[in-house]
């Protein structure tokens, strides 16, 4: 009879595979990479522990990333080029500030005057103090965003904590400290909240502070122009509330009430009892944006832009209007251009600006942008231009009107002027070809050693009457008798006028050099 029971040998080789596994698992999750300090011949603590660096002045072993033997405010760290460890500033105090070889956080105030911060450079070495910049009263500079904010409300912060002043450095900071705050703070969560706030608060209440009980606490009341009629909740002035979309709650002081209203640059639509972001396409067609009626409602209207153009309504007309092409200056003041106006979502409006993100119209020098192939920040005879191979913006020679450049001078120039030749010369292209030269006028030739073009000699035939021929014939033999000289000396020289250069190829090329 054949038995189905597996041999005993086999159930414990079974029972032992999770162990097995466990171990192997276990061995492969604990495999650490030394870290660069761990060699015990340039670090001989580290043979204690991988926690333990060699200080040479002391001969000792500190912890790694401690302060040890270094000043105040730094720690402890290893160079791996050196091969030796250093003290240095942490990440959270980067800023090293070597009069007082101390390290700071950035924006602090840290050894600087009143009303200034410490922050790097642009080329982020030595940190420097810069200005704070005034505010209004009850405002508060603050470095990070270069922006003033309100004092006691979450401005910057964190959901918890307000902007509010060291008293003893004047600095502005985020916290929630429940003595100076105490307005503003909530016992149960310890965290700080603006008042008339929804805060920590359900939805139709408000977070306030109750002067008799002098505690905070979460409240509705008629009386607040935080009160809505049609709901007999509280919602926070200024925010969304139980409004529409595209609306927020706001007070209207001449009814003496709360309402829904549509936000700037909004217009209602009432089907949808919601607002929309003038034109943009909104409730209308793809082809289509909403504007503003007379009457205050919207209204779809049909987009008389190309995909590449976008619309600038005339003043005191919301649909009409004229389409600019997007990178063009159209009706932008010089250094900007036409742009997509600043919305999260599908907008057919312009808008004008510049940044150092439109890189192929952005010029760094002035910080401002240009068209391509205009003058822009160029000089006379130069157009402006983004090369795509070293991908950056140029000024080259315009050489559709007609200049030519000339390497010599790093200058542009027209034919047949004087341009950059000796005096009584023109420029002067060589035909068909690229080439462009500075040749002597009728009646005078070059001399090469000062580099001028000097009259030629008149034979005078005193008295004669044909005295003015004969002088025309002799200017005429003079220079065909240099050009046979010429041509005997080297069959590279054509003329005896000299070539100085060759001209820049279409769009800016190679320029020339001179022979």
Same mark, same amino acid.
């Given at each position: 009879?054949?038995?189905?029971?597996?041999?005993?040998?086999?159930?414990?080789?079974?029972?032992?595979?999770?162990?097995?596994?466990?171990?192997?698992?276990?061995?492969?999750?604990?495999? /650490?990479?030394?870290?660069?300090?761990?060699?015990?011949?340039?670090?001989?603590? #580290?043979?204690?522990?991988?926690?333990? /660096?060699?200080?040479?002045?002391?001969?000792?072993?500190?912890?790694?990333?401690?302060?040890?033997?270094?000043?105040? %405010?730094?720690?402890?760290?290893?160079?791996?080029?050196?091969?030796?460890?250093?003290?240095?500033?942490?990440?959270?105090?980067?800023?090293?500030?070597?009069?007082?070889?101390?390290?700071?956080?950035?924006?602090?105030? @840290?050894?600087?005057?009143?009303?200034?911060?410490?922050?790097?450079?642009?080329?982020?070495?030595?940190?420097? $103090?810069?200005? #704070?910049?005034?505010?209004?009263?009850?405002?508060?500079?603050?470095?990070?965003?270069? %922006?003033?904010?309100?004092?006691?409300?979450?401005?910057?912060?964190?959901?918890?904590?307000?902007?509010?002043?060291?008293?003893?450095?004047?600095?502005?900071?985020?916290?929630?400290?429940? /003595?100076?705050?105490?307005?503003?703070?909530?016992?149960?969560?310890?965290?700080?909240?603006?008042?008339?706030?929804?805060?920590?608060?359900?939805?139709?209440?408000?977070?306030?502070?109750?002067?008799?009980?002098?505690?905070?606490?979460? %409240?509705?009341?008629?009386?607040?122009?935080?009160?809505?009629?049609?709901?007999?909740?509280?919602?926070?002035?200024?925010?969304?509330?139980?409004?529409?979309?595209?609306?927020?709650? *706001?007070?209207?002081?001449?009814?003496?009430?709360?309402?829904?209203?549509?936000?700037?640059?909004?217009?209602?639509? +009432?089907? %949808?009892?919601?607002?929309?972001?003038?034109?943009?396409?909104?409730?209308?067609?793809? #082809?289509?944006?909403?504007?503003?009626?007379?009457?205050?409602?919207?209204?779809?209207?049909?987009?008389?832009?190309?995909?590449?153009?976008?619309?600038?309504?005339?003043?005191?007309?919301?649909?009409? @209007?004229?389409?600019?092409?997007?990178?063009?200056?159209?009706?932008?003041?010089?250094?900007?251009?036409?742009?997509?106006?600043?919305?999260?979502?599908?907008?057919?409006?312009?808008?004008?600006?510049?940044?150092?993100?439109?890189?192929?119209?952005?010029?760094?020098?002035?910080?401002?942008?240009?068209?391509?192939? &205009?003058?822009?920040?160029?000089?006379?005879?130069?157009?402006?231009?983004?090369?795509?191979?070293?991908?950056?913006?140029?000024?080259?020679?315009?050489?559709?009107? @007609?200049?030519?450049?000339?390497?010599?001078?790093?200058? $542009?120039?027209?034919?047949?002027?004087? @341009?950059?030749?000796?005096?009584? &010369?023109?420029?002067?292209?060589?035909?068909? #070809?690229?080439?462009?030269?500075?040749?002597?006028?009728?009646?005078?030739?070059?001399?090469?050693?000062?580099?001028?073009?000097?009259?030629?000699? *008149?034979?005078?035939?005193?008295?004669?009457?044909? +005295?003015?021929?004969?002088?025309?014939?002799?200017?005429? *033999?003079?220079?065909?008798?240099?050009? /046979?000289?010429?041509?005997?000396?080297?069959?590279?020289?054509?003329?005896?006028?000299?070539?100085?250069?060759?001209?820049?190829?279409?769009?800016?090329?190679?320029?020339?050099?001179?022979?």
């Amino acid at each position: 009879m054949r038995s189905n029971l597996l041999p005993f040998s086999f159930l414990l080789w079974y029972r032992a595979l999770p162990l097995v596994f466990f171990l192997f698992t276990r061995a492969y999750l604990g495999f /650490v990479i030394a870290p660069p300090w761990a060699d015990p011949v340039k670090n001989p603590c #580290s043979g204690t522990s991988w926690q333990l /660096v060699y200080w040479p002045p002391t001969r000792k072993c500190f912890k790694i990333f401690s302060q040890g033997p270094c000043p105040d %405010t730094q720690e402890l760290g290893y160079d791996p080029d050196e091969e030796v460890a250093v003290c240095r500033c942490p990440q959270e105090l980067p800023l090293h500030w070597k009069p007082t070889d101390r390290c700071y956080s950035r924006f602090s105030r @840290g050894p600087c005057q009143v009303n200034q911060y410490l922050d790097f450079t642009d080329a982020k070495e030595n940190p420097v $103090c810069q200005a #704070s910049e005034r505010c209004e009263p009850g405002m508060i500079f603050w470095p990070p965003d270069h %922006t003033c904010h309100q004092l006691y409300t979450q401005g910057p912060c964190h959901k918890g904590d307000l902007l509010i002043v060291n008293p003893v450095t004047t600095e502005p900071y985020c916290g929630c400290d429940s /003595v100076l705050l105490k307005q503003y703070y909530h016992p149960l969560l310890r965290l700080c909240y603006e008042q008339m706030t929804r805060g920590p608060c359900e939805d139709g209440l408000l977070f306030m502070y109750n002067h008799t009980s002098d505690s905070t606490q979460c %409240t509705c009341s008629e009386d607040l122009p935080n009160y809505s009629e049609e709901l007999g909740q509280c919602f926070e002035i200024g925010k969304k509330g139980p409004c529409g979309n595209g609306q927020l709650f *706001v007070y209207n002081a001449e009814l003496s009430r709360s309402m829904c209203q549509c936000k700037d640059k909004y217009v209602y639509w +009432e089907k %949808t009892n919601s607002c929309y972001r003038e034109y943009t396409p909104g409730p209308c067609l793809d #082809s289509q944006f909403i504007i503003r009626t007379k009457e205050g409602k919207g209204a779809c209207s049909e987009n008389p832009c190309d995909q590449t153009d976008l619309f600038f309504p005339s003043p005191g007309s919301e649909h009409r @209007g004229k389409c600019h092409k997007v990178g063009n200056r159209g009706p932008c003041p010089k250094g900007e251009l036409v742009i997509f106006e600043a919305y999260s979502g599908k907008s057919f409006r312009g808008s004008c600006g510049c940044s150092p993100g439109y890189n192929q119209n952005y010029w760094p020098e002035d910080q401002r942008c240009y068209e391509w192939y &205009s003058q822009g920040p160029c000089d006379d005879a130069f157009v402006f231009r983004y090369n795509r191979e070293t991908r950056q913006t140029e000024c080259v020679c315009d050489s559709n009107a @007609g200049f030519v450049f000339w390497n010599e001078t790093n200058g $542009c120039y027209r034919p047949y002027t004087q @341009g950059p030749c000796p005096d009584n &010369s023109w420029l002067i292209p060589a035909g068909e #070809s690229e080439e462009i030269y500075c040749e002597c006028r009728d009646g005078y030739h070059f001399q090469a050693n000062d580099y001028t073009c000097k009259p030629l000699p *008149v034979i005078k035939v005193s008295g004669h009457r044909f +005295e003015s021929l004969w002088s025309n014939v002799a200017e005429y *033999v003079e220079r065909s008798r240099k050009d /046979v000289v010429a041509k005997k000396k080297s069959e590279k020289t054509r003329r005896t006028r000299p070539r100085l250069a060759t001209r820049v190829p279409a769009g800016g090329g190679t320029p020339g050099t001179s022979l």
